[in-house]
């Protein structure tokens, strides 16, 4: 399978040029170690070992299908990547048994193109699959139609609103309550056609299919991808060294929020994420916040991939 998408699937890792300039301009100029994550196909790792040959990269990537395509394509550069097959969650033993501290660290939140156009486990509605959303299908129990058809209704309509941010989300929990009733629901389009007509037609967006939220908020609980998010950027710092740069990328307001917090509590010396008041941690500040407000794809690059468009970019730099 990984041959025959390298021949016809390309993807374009998005805010590129920015993160090559953010690499280019850190006070290592492109030198050290990079921690790439979230590798994915490996775009913005392939892009960075072209365009800086004393780079040396550790990537991180949970799903295993997605990272044997990685590996193919990233094989080139020889030992100047290593590729390991988990979560970013676990950076930190990875990290210390290589006893490595990186010149940067990079994050590029969501899920990979390949995980919409061609894992075929249910996390797009254009097509009629099966109903999975597993980001490592090897890896895990609870998938999807579980969640769908086992959760209580309140726990639905909590999901869908914590983590859709969906204003209908206790009337499709109920509508979905009720549809199971009959029959297990097992493929996206069933909950796609679900979600659609329990929204009134006169709230739809245009161009924004209802079921986007819902779908958002399903794939976050399977694969529990705030919690590592909150840890990931909780400890980043710790594994910079001096002058290294954490850059995240985020695609929804819920991942944005996390990014933004975390930055601004290290920025005034807290680590125990408690409020102000309460902080027992030093007065220190342990980063520089290099990004005031998130940097966002220009028009350019949003007319040539779409998915760029709801992307936001923070960097901070280790003090």
């Not at 365009?51 to 299908?65: G, K």
């Not at 999975?132 to 209580?152: C, E, F, K, P, S």
């Not at 985020?250 to 601004?264: A, G, M, Q």
């Not at 940097?295 to 936001?312: H, L, Y």
């Amino acid at each position: 399978m990984g041959e025959a998408v390298e021949k016809d699937y390309a993807h374009t890792p998005v805010l590129w040029r920015e993160v090559m300039n953010y690499v280019k301009e850190s006070p290592f100029g492109g030198q050290g170690y990079f921690v790439d994550c979230t590798l994915g196909e490996g775009g913005h790792s392939g892009m960075l070992l072209e365009a800086f040959p004393d780079l040396r990269i550790i990537a991180f990537e949970r799903d295993a299908e997605i990272l044997e395509i990685a590996r193919k394509r990233l094989a080139k550069f020889g030992d100047r990547i290593e590729c390991i097959h988990a979560n970013f969650s676990e950076l930190p033993e990875h990290l210390d048994e290589r006893n490595i501290k990186a010149a940067y660290i990079l994050y590029d939140f969501g899920i990979s193109s390949f995980h919409f156009d061609r894992s075929g486990r249910g996390f797009s509605f254009r097509d009629d699959e099966p109903l999975d959303m597993r980001l490592n299908a090897t890896g895990q129990d609870l998938d999807a139609a579980y969640v769908i058809n086992h959760y209580t209704r309140e726990k639905l309509a909590d999901i869908f609103y914590r983590y859709g941010e969906e204003r209908w989300s206790r009337r499709i929990a109920t509508v979905l309550c009720d549809r199971r009733q009959e029959k297990d629901i097992t493929t996206s389009g069933e909950l796609a056609s679900i979600v659609l007509g329990a929204i009134p037609r006169k709230f739809h967006v245009k161009n924004i299919h209802p079921a986007t939220r819902v779908f958002q908020a399903l794939r976050i609980e399977v694969n529990d991808e705030l919690t590592a998010i909150d840890a990931g950027i909780s400890a980043a710092y710790r594994y910079c060294v001096p002058g290294g740069r954490v850059i995240a990328i985020s695609f929804h307001s819920l991942e944005d929020r996390i990014v933004k917090n975390r930055f601004r509590e290290l920025a005034r010396g807290c680590t125990c994420g408690r409020e102000p008041k309460h902080c027992i941690c030093t007065e220190r500040a342990l980063v520089s916040i290099l990004t005031k407000k998130p940097v966002i794809p220009g028009e350019e690059e949003m007319a040539v991939n779409n998915r760029a468009r709801s992307a936001k970019l923070r960097v901070c730099e280790r003090l």
